[in-house]
């Protein structure tokens, strides 16, 4: 239904026409959205400034540990550790595996091992056997010189060295502990490192009781004076 002007013929300009109401709004709009965008350019700034002008690079971070909490990524540790890492804090572990009967001493000296045997059968040669003494999960097998027999019963002999075990024990070396982890009769450190020895660690091996038994034990020492 058409509406009449009730300001025809008197102020139209009070009245204004519906295609000029449309101009109107959107020409309203088109102004809020100007002044957004300039809003935005004036707001907006170089993340580079400050930083001379470079880029500013993520801080790295670590895995937290158990228990610990996550930080910021620094330098190898432990027995991996690069250069520049602190040597005198890494720990170094040898988990030893051996049959024994009897009384065997091993010799750890750097990067080696070597038995003495004292008394009954040698390391893994009980009752015919063969078996291969293990350091850190790689099988060593010890050459003997069979003398009085195939056990080298108590021989006080010497097998040949075994030139494998990682990690070395340094010539500075502290803090020497061990662990039993299946034992049945003592397992003593017998020597600790010093210069008389050549700084060698001597492991007392001695099964009081009859046959042969498996014997796991951990040497743990720390790098340093």
């Known amino acids: 239904m058409r509406r009449d002007n009730p300001y025809r013929g008197r102020d139209a300009c009070r009245w204004p026409s519906r295609r000029r109401r449309r101009r109107e709004r959107a020409g309203a709009a ?8 300039v809003l935005s350019a004036a707001c907006a700034f170089d993340s580079s400034a400050f930083s001379g002008g470079a880029t ?21 540790s432990g027995d991996d550790a690069g250069p ?18 009897g009384r065997s001493l091993l010799v750890l000296r750097r990067g080696t091992a070597r038995w003495q045997h004292l008394r009954a059968a040698a390391p893994g040669r009980d009752l015919g056997r063969d078996a291969p003494t293990v350091i850190n999960g790689v099988p060593w097998l010890p ?63 001695d099964d009081v009781q009859s046959s042969s038994a498996r014997y796991v034990v951990e040497l743990r020492f720390r790098r340093g004076p």
């Open 56 to 76: 500013v690079e993520p801080v790295l971070e670590r895995d937290a540990g158990p228990g610990g909490d996550a930080g910021v990524a620094d330098a190898a």
């Open 30 to 37: 088109a102004a809020s959205l100007g002044a957004v965008l």
């Open 84 to 101: 520049g890492a602190d040597a005198a804090n890494s720990v170094g572990t040898l988990r030893i595996e051996a049959l024994i009967d």
């Open 143 to 205: 050459a003997w010189p069979d003398v009085p027999d195939a056990q080298n019963t108590d021989c006080n002999c010497s097998s040949d060295a075994f030139d494998g075990v990682r990690p070395a024990i340094p010539a500075q070396v502290r803090n020497v502990e061990l662990a039993l982890i299946e034992a049945r009769s003592p397992v003593v450190v017998a020597e600790q490192p010093a210069p008389d020895n050549d700084f060698a660690v001597v492991l007392d091996f």
